[in-house]
């Protein structure tokens, strides 16, 4: 090598460790960040649009001056089923596994925002609530990192509760609209896990309990199916239906049968939706 050649070699050593050490300064989500923000301009290109292109041509654009942007109705709280905060954040951030959420809550209460509240995550999937086929379109997605069996830790729930109190605030989301992957895909999922306290988020004002069952009556006619419907499940498969509900108000995981008991606690949250 001469004097000349060995001085090239170490300029592009020096070049090459500088950018090594820009791009580490920059963190592993650099290029999911920058991407990020590329697909929001598109987005706000096809926003600013006017006269409009999105679902019929009638020659007359008259652009209103009152409105604002959608906002969420639901929040839909998940576990990851993944074995931590870091495995969760690159599944989100890989265009290939097609699935995200507005947050991801580690067990240490760090809560990552992935995506404005304004716009759609993709964590529902095939769902239903009511008569509501789209939720991934009307509700914000939680997932919290959990195994799928695991306790949550205090600081996921402290941190999940100061979450839950803005989104409700900020979007006037009621009450009843904190609800669970499982309830909008019986079939399919059982997130959040069954220690999950749904109760304690009922207590604090995010989801509908059911009241004290002392001396309670059940009247003849009252409908199971019907009351589980009416509270927003999917009832096409029953026997899913049942399990989502005894997992989420009574935290027990057996059999697709309401006993006399169980009834009586259907028949005192249902009313709260009539
Ligand atoms: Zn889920």
């Known amino acids: 090598m001469t004097m000349n050649n060995l001085k090239i070699a ?5 070049l090459a460790s500088s950018i090594l050490h820009v791009s580490c300064n920059r963190g592993p989500y650099a290029s999911t960040n920058k991407s990020y923000k590329k697909q929001a301009k598109a987005f706000a290109k096809i926003i600013k649009q006017a006269p409009l292109n999105d679902s019929i041509a009638t020659g007359s654009w008259v652009g209103t001056t009152n409105f604002n942007m959608r906002k969420p109705n639901f929040v839909i709280i998940h576990h990851t089923a993944q074995n931590s905060c870091d495995q969760t954040l690159k599944t989100f951030t890989l265009p290939r596994t097609q699935v995200s959420a507005h947050y991801v809550i580690c067990k240490d209460g760090t809560i990552h925002h992935m995506l404005n509240d304004y716009l759609r995550a993709w964590h529902g999937g095939i769902a239903k609530w009511g008569n509501n086929t789209d939720i991934n379109s009307s509700s914000i997605g939680i997932e919290i990192d959990n195994d799928g069996y695991e306790t949550f830790t205090d600081q996921q729930l402290n941190s999940l509760i100061t979450l839950l109190a803005s989104l409700k605030k900020t979007y006037a989301i009621p009450t009843a609209n904190f609800i669970g992957h499982a309830d909008i895909a019986p079939t399919r999922k059982n997130d959040p896990n069954v220690n999950f306290p749904w109760k304690r988020l009922a207590d604090s004002g995010y989801g509908l309990w059911w009241n004290d069952t002392t001396g309670v009556i059940v009247p003849q006619d009252f ?8 509270i927003g499940y999917d009832i096409r498969d029953s026997a899913a239906v049942i399990q989502t509900f005894k997992r989420k108000y009574e935290q027990i995981d057996k059999s697709p049968v309401l006993t006399e008991e169980d009834r009586k606690i259907l028949f005192t949250l249902y009313r709260k939706f009539e």
């Not at 170490?10 to 020096?14: A, D, G, N």
């Not at 409908?223 to 009416?230: E, G, H, K």
């Open 10 to 14: 170490c300029t592009l050593i020096l």
């Open 223 to 230: 409908n199971n199916l019907q009351a589980l419907r009416i």
